[in-house]
């Protein structure tokens, strides 16, 4: 069982910046893809960015050049900057942790952007 804790969400302004983190517990297996995902009102979940514990990174491309994922594997922990946020990016986001065996999914931080 692996449970992930998400925070960092907020209102934020059009051009402002957010960092959320997510920190995971458990029985987390060490080749592992973490990441960020997110729903926004009336909408599918979609892939926002990922990260391998090899580094390898995956940016939705209406983030590319805004956003940054990073993580700690000394703390099971993924970050995501956000930058140049604009209110497309309203959403709820979920943290993610996936391996050969199982995926995991964290409760969801509300991320509001205001014009």
């Known amino acids: 069982q692996v449970q992930l804790v998400e925070s960092g969400g907020g209102l934020v302004q059009a051009g402002g910046s957010l960092r959320l983190s997510c920190s995971a517990s458990g029985s987390i297996f060490s080749r592992n893809t973490m990441g960020w995902y997110r729903q926004a009102p009336g909408k599918q979940r979609e892939l926002v960015a990922v990260i391998s514990s090899s580094g390898f990174t995956n940016y939705a491309d209406s983030v590319k050049g805004r956003f940054a994922i990073s993580r700690d594997s000394t703390k099971n922990t993924v970050y995501l900057q956000m930058n140049s946020l604009s209110p497309d990016d309203t959403a709820v986001y979920y943290c993610?942790?996936?391996?050969?065996?199982?995926?995991?999914w964290g409760q969801g931080t509300q991320v509001t952007v205001s014009s």
């Open positions: 993610n942790i996936r391996s050969t065996f199982d995926n995991n």
